[in-house]
């Protein structure tokens, strides 16, 4: 089939390898425009952009596709099906239409629970122990198409959303391949969303990285996991006379002794709170390398009482 791919992130980049190495010819590929970035504030390219030339598929940057003319240059492309992972832009309704069969979108969660940009964080963030990977016919709504192929993936109780996504991209992959194959039988059948159950994955906010220790320990620890490693769930602690932002990339629950204040620091790199406690396994300390425990409190000196 001839196929528009149309990603962004490194989330994206094996299912565009998946489609070409099916044998599928794929005819241009739509990502985000370079944005400036580094201390030098060079131009970046997309993962999928560095992808796609690799490949040596013509690549398409528009800052949106709701003029006329980009429009144009889309149905130009007489693709038999347009195919969406991560892309970043609302695709409004001529796009959608464009391709001979539509497009194809694949989704990280098990909809209609977690809609939206960070369904991967989102659900470890809530504590999820299930989510999958979706492939969905398009339409106008958020995510709100009717579903066609689905994989489940278990979330292990100390699973960070870093390695969630590592493992969800390529059964995602696998999983578009085998809907692409579907759908060159004529057997791809889509079912409607349940209309009850839905959630909204919101893209995260700064403000919710700083950790709260007056929660409890499942809370703050599901915190940490859903946002390692970016942005990195910190707090601050006066090292040396002077306050410093530690990343927690990596915890475990763990107990405090009853009574215990919420903040308290405990043996192990380990902090009481509201109810239980979290040990510290993985953190970066502002400025340096991510490390384990041990060599944090080697390098820290004398801790306080207590966090920030």
């Known amino acids: 089939m001839k196929i528009i791919f149309m990603g962004t992130p490194e989330f994206a980049v094996p299912t565009l390898t998946e489609i070409i190495s099916s044998g599928h010819e794929v005819v241009a590929v739509y990502t985000r425009a370079p944005k400036p970035a580094g201390r030098g504030q060079a131009e970046r390219r ?76 989102r659900a470890v963030m809530a504590g999820d122990t299930v989510t999958g990977v979706m492939v969905m016919q398009m339409d106008e709504g958020l995510d709100t198409g009717p579903v066609g192929l689905v994989d489940q993936i278990p979330i292990g109780p100390d699973m960070t959303a870093g390695e969630l996504h590592d493992k969800m991209m390529l059964v995602g992959a696998d999983l578009m391949g085998r809907a692409l194959s579907a759908v060159e039988r004529d057997s791809l059948d889509f079912t409607p969303q349940a209309e009850t159950g839905v959630t909204y994955a ?19 620890h599901n915190l940490i996991r859903g946002l390692s490693p970016f942005p990195g769930a910190w707090f601050e602690l006066d090292l040396k006379g002077s306050a410093t932002r530690v990343k927690v990339l990596r915890s475990t629950l763990a107990e405090a002794p009853a009574g215990t ?28 390398s991510a490390m384990d425990a041990q060599t944090f409190l080697r390098g820290a000196g004398e801790l306080p009482e207590r966090v920030s």
């Open 261 to 288: 204040a919420p903040g308290t620091i405990l043996p192990d790199l380990t902090i009481a709170c509201g109810s239980g406690a979290v040990r510290l396994v993985t953190v970066q300390r502002q400025g340096k």
């Open 202 to 220: 919101d893209k995260i906010d700064k403000a919710e990285a700083r950790i709260d220790f007056t929660r409890s320990a499942a809370e703050v």
């Open 46 to 121: 997309s993962p999928v952009h560095e992808a796609a030339d690799g490949f040596g598929i013509p690549v398409f940057t528009p800052r949106s596709l709701r003029g006329a003319e980009e429009q144009d240059v889309f149905a130009s492309h007489d693709a038999d099906l347009g195919i969406v992972v991560a892309y970043g832009l609302i695709l409004p309704k001529p796009i959608l239409e464009a391709p001979h069969l539509g497009c194809l979108n694949l989704h990280g969660s098990l909809l209609p629970r977690w809609r939206g940009a960070a369904p991967i964080q």
